[in-house]
């Protein structure tokens, strides 16, 4: 099996800083994209940033320039670093991994994996 683990989040005053992990772990064969979404309360779960498996990056436009997301492939694990957190960054926060893992009749087609979340509070 495969599991996603984040860490990382908390209460954070305005204008401060977090820095969230996403570890990966199972019969992993390759991970391809890796990226964190986000859901406030009462809306829909959005894209924060993305990660390629050869460093690509994609962001919300919203959060260039605060938040950079970065990945190590060896140790299976994605960060994301947020800066100047704002009260609307207020979310639990998910990491995402299109991931092909090995099972007993070999390798199996790409499929998406979700971590449980973790919640981010920016508040004063």
């Known amino acids: 099996q495969v599991q996603l683990v984040e860490s990382g989040g908390g209460l954070v005053q305005p204008g401060g800083s977090l820095r969230l992990s996403c570890a990966a772990s199972?019969?992993?064969?390759?991970?391809?994209?890796m990226g964190w979404f986000r859901q406030a309360p009462e809306k829909e779960r959005e894209l924060v940033a993305a990660?390629?498996?050869?460093?690509?990056?994609n962001y919300a436009d919203s959060l260039k320039g605060r938040f950079t997301i970065s990945r190590d492939n060896g140790a299976k694990t994605m960060t994301l670093q947020m800066n100047n957190l704002k009260p609307e960054d207020t979310a639990v926060y998910y990491c995402?991994?299109?991931?092909?893992?090995?099972?007993?009749?070999?390798?199996?087609?790409?499929?998406?994996?979700w971590g449980q979340g973790t919640r981010v509070t920016v508040s004063s």
């Open positions: 990660i390629t498996s050869a460093g690509a990056t």
């Open positions: 995402n991994a299109k991931i092909r893992r090995r099972s007993g009749i070999g390798v199996l087609p790409e499929s998406d994996y």
């Open positions: 199972g019969d992993i064969f390759s991970i391809n994209l």
